[in-house]
């Protein structure tokens, strides 16, 4: 199992940027494929972005492509999510998870490890 931990969230104004980290422990984070969900007030738990083992293939959620980056070092253990030009629709908690399949997945019922989350708000 391993355990993640998310950081980077705040307070920005529509159109800044952030960068979240999800720092794992544990010798076989690079052997899992991992992603981003966040989940809004009242809303359901969303896919937002995943990222292959390698790095080499990435998914976005349609509502962020173009806007985000996800990325990973597995020499760190860190993977990370550059959110640019950001809307108020952003504000959320996100969450990150690796999936069990070893593929890339969208769809939370994979998802083999959650991290705790961290609040990102957008203001207007």
């Known amino acids: 199992q391993v355990h993640l931990v998310e950081s980077g969230g705040g307070l920005v104004q529509a159109g800044g940027s952030l960068r979240l980290s999800c720092a794992a422990s544990?010798?076989?984070?690079?052997?899992?494929?991992m992603g981003w969900f966040r989940q809004a007030p009242g809303k359901e738990r969303e896919f937002v972005a995943a990222i292959s083992w390698t790095g080499t293939i990435t998914d976005y959620a349609d509502s962020v492509k173009g806007r985000f980056t996800i990325f990973r070092d597995n020499a760190k253990n860190t993977m990370y999510l550059q959110m640019n030009s950001l809307k108020p629709e952003d504000t959320a908690v996100y969450y990150c998870?690796?999936?069990?399949?070893?593929?890339?997945?969208?769809?939370?019922?994979?998802?083999?490890?959650w991290g705790q989350g961290t609040q990102v708000t957008i203001s207007s």
């Open positions: 544990g010798r076989t984070f690079s052997s899992f494929p």
């Open positions: 998870a690796t999936f069990r399949g070893g593929v890339v997945q969208r769809v939370a019922g994979e998802v083999l490890s």
